[in-house]
């Protein structure tokens, strides 16, 4: 199901996106937070959004929700948003947005979109996000959103923060 903000339109991750986004998660600068790597082709990515789009997990446990985010302002992709949903009513959230459209607040809306339609559509859901210690931009917007901080995770790879929505 497609889901609208003010400004952008969340269309569910389908493997055809690969091609229109993946110049867009090439930039180094994406990835300085998160332990993931550009993807290495069209190709993978493709095959990355196959699996996503299965919207599960192959065990079955978990609920797989993944958007391309599209700027109806910008007419053009932006990032994406994602949230797995676990069998404990937690809901896990992921966003990546492309440098060129940070501090626009592309983010903010398109993450709170996804919250409302998560609270909407799955009942008594706890949201959390970890976040590397360094990223000040996530964090803050993390709390813009109501999220505070509850626990501090320090390991080989780095440093990061849990946070959730309640207070």
């Given amino acids: 199901?497609?889901?609208y903000s003010q400004r952008l339109c969340l269309?569910?991750?389908k493997p055809d996106h690969a091609e229109l986004l993946f110049d867009g998660l090439q930039s180094a600068s994406i990835y300085k937070y998160?332990?993931?790597i550009p993807p290495q082709?069209?190709?993978?990515?493709?095959?990355?959004?196959?699996m996503l789009a299965r919207r599960q997990s192959p065990d079955g446990t978990e609920v797989w929700l993944n958007w391309a985010v599209w700027s109806v302002t910008e007419k053009c992709y932006v990032g994406y948003?994602?949230?797995?949903i676990t069998i404990n009513k937690s809901a896990i959230l992921g966003y990546v947005f492309f440098p060129n459209f940070w501090g626009k607040g592309y983010a903010r809306e398109a993450v709170k979109c996804m919250i409302n339609?998560?609270?909407?559509?799955y009942q008594n859901l706890k949201f959390f996000a970890d976040v590397d210690v360094d990223n000040h931009?996530?964090?803050?917007?993390l709390y813009n959103l109501g999220f505070?901080?509850?626990n501090f995770f320090k390991n080989v790879e780095s440093n990061q923060y849990e946070l959730n929505d309640e207070a």
């Fill in 1 to 3: 199901m497609k889901l």
């Fill in 11 to 13: 269309e569910p991750l």
């Fill in 34 to 36: 998160i332990e993931d």
């Fill in 41 to 50: 082709s069209v190709q993978s990515l493709r095959e990355r959004y196959m």
């Fill in 81 to 84: 948003v994602q949230a797995t």
């Fill in 117 to 121: 339609y998560l609270i909407e559509r």
């Fill in 137 to 141: 931009r996530s964090i803050a917007l």
């Fill in 148 to 150: 505070v901080k509850t």
